[in-house]
């Protein structure tokens, strides 16, 4: 508790005055400290800041290590429209023909007529079937599945139960009670003769229970009923493939969707070719955010420092006019990333992983970019990259996979040159991270902020301790004033009485 303040009252002196100004001196230390950690928050700012512009450089990077990203070809098709060819990575330039003998179908059964509720009229969802018994479910090579049935079951909970009871298993059955048609729709999840199954419509004996069959599929003396699924054939050129559980498959790099089922002799003819404006362009986005990053990253590693513009303290503001305080905030914020080791070191790490020559391309192929055109400037612009254009494209027509590799290969003699990006990228978004923190994490251990905490420990301690030393200068000049109050007094009083008012 501060102590009372008596101000100048016998003495005459300004004491608010000579206590601020004691206290200014006092306060110096603290106030540096201060200076520090307004420095250090900036800097942790644009550590930050410029980490960001890492992590994205890290997410364009992340398409030049995919070899789908290289997909330098093109399909043009005629013909019957049977299928749809998408070249691959790994397509060569030609012309192909495609015949689809077959498509992968679902094993389907629905009612083959209109169902009646008991007591006649077309039977809605939430009708009770009105007989009860069981549906056995069968598949070839599998364990039969019995769903029991109550004559007070609706039609929706039988749907449901056959739906509920081959859930996980193959084939999973999708099931519908359609109230506009009276119809049950039954249908496996998947493809494929595989997904086959029967229903077996019984009594709790195991008899035959074909009031219960018609109630599904509407039809009299239904006893079972059996789905008809097949599976997927394409011809490549004449090479036949089948047994297909899905109307997508892949040959010789040519990815095929099957559309529909050709008849007599008639098929799909592809012409593949190359075409290397996709990877191009995802090349030159890249190098000009690249170009970008590192050109505003070199300005601030050399940036000038200016010591002798330190941050204004609160005091300093209001003592000047906005424009006095955005100019000197300007030199003060000067150099926040001068000569910052983890960048200085990202910069020649880049440098190398795109000039240096790619292990794993393999003997004789390309393994170098300035082979497909893209080369450094002067070393005084930084490590720039500048491309040929018609040059990357002319590699991207002629040599596409061995582009793709230069970018793309994992190897023991060496990564390829999208992977090495990528991999320095993120390692030195990791380092920036560990050294600034990040504004998206909930726990902050990083360096910068490990310091700034101690800092604001210690100007807390500052703070209590120039609050003790201005309550110990208040209590001493109480104490002088209310010395000389009385000594005022007691000279009153003798004047008064000693000298008769003299």
Do not use: C
């Not at 420095?39 to 789908?68: G, H």
């Not at 100007?459 to 309550?471: A, C, F, N, P």
């Not at 110990?472 to 109050?485: G, I, V």
């Amino acid at each position: 508790m501060s102590a009372m303040r008596i101000g100048g009252l016998a003495s005459g002196m300004d004491t608010d005055s000579i206590v601020k100004q004691m206290m200014q001196i006092q306060k110096m230390p603290m106030d540096k400290l201060v200076q520090q950690k307004t420095w250090t928050e900036w800097q942790q700012a644009a550590t930050r800041e410029q980490n960001l512009t890492f992590s994205s450089l890290r997410t364009s990077a992340s398409n030049l290590r995919l070899q789908s990203s290289f997909n330098a070809y093109g399909a043009e098709a005629t013909g019957s429209g049977s299928a749809k060819v998408t070249p691959g990575a790994t397509a060569m330039n030609g012309k192909y023909e495609v015949q689809v003998h077959s498509l992968a179908t679902a094993a389907k059964m629905n009612s083959e007529a209109k169902i009646e509720k008991a007591g006649g009229g077309a039977a809605q969802s939430t009708d009770a079937i009105g007989v009860a018994g069981k549906i056995v479910i069968q598949v070839a090579g599998k364990d039969d599945i019995n769903v029991n049935i109550d004559a007070t079951t609706t039609y929706a909970d039988v749907a449901k139960k056959l739906q509920e009871a081959t859930a996980g298993s193959q084939p999973a059955l999708r099931v519908n009670f359609d109230n506009t048609t009276s119809h049950f729709f039954i249908s496996s999840k998947e493809l494929g003769s595989a997904q086959n199954f029967t229903l077996s419509f019984q009594n709790a004996d195991g008899s035959e229970n074909t009031a219960l069959g018609k109630q599904i599929t509407g039809v009299e003396q239904a006893s079972k009923a059996s789905s008809v699924a097949t599976n997927g054939s394409v011809s490549l050129d004449g090479i036949r493939v089948d047994g297909l559980t899905s109307n997508k498959t892949t040959i010789n790099g040519l990815q095929i969707q099957l559309m529909s089922v050709d008849t007599g002799t008639t098929t799909t003819k592809i012409t593949v070719q190359s075409d290397p404006e996709k990877p191009v362009q995802m090349i030159k986005d890249f190098v000009e955010s690249y170009n970008k990053a590192i050109e505003d990253l070199q300005k601030q590693l050399v940036e000038k420092r200016y010591s002798d513009f330190q941050p204004l303290s609160d005091e300093q503001k209001e003592e000047m006019s906005d424009k006095e305080i955005e100019l000197w905030e300007e030199k003060a914020r000067s150099g926040l990333l001068r000569n910052d080791p983890i960048m200085k070191s990202a910069l020649q790490d880049l440098r190398r992983a795109f000039m240096d020559s790619v292990g794993g391309a393999g003997a004789g192929n390309v393994n170098m970019l300035s082979q497909i055109g893209i080369s450094t400037g002067d070393y005084q612009e930084g490590g720039k990259l500048f491309i040929d254009e018609d040059k990357l494209k002319a590699a991207l027509t002629e040599k596409p996979e061995e582009v793709m590799n230069l970018f793309t290969v994992r190897s023991a003699s060496g990564d390829g040159i999208g992977a090495r990006v990528y991999d320095t990228l993120n390692n030195v978004v990791k380092k920036l991270s560990a050294q600034a923190g990040s504004p998206a994490s909930s726990v902050d251990n990083s360096t910068m902020s490990q310091k700034l905490r101690r800092m604001e420990t210690e100007i807390t301690r500052w703070q209590d301790r120039l609050t003790s030393i201005e309550d110990r200068y208040w209590s001493q000049f109480t104490a002088m004033e209310k010395a000389l109050s009385k000594m005022n007094s007691q000279s009153a009083w003798m004047q008064q009485n000693m000298f008769g008012g003299m």
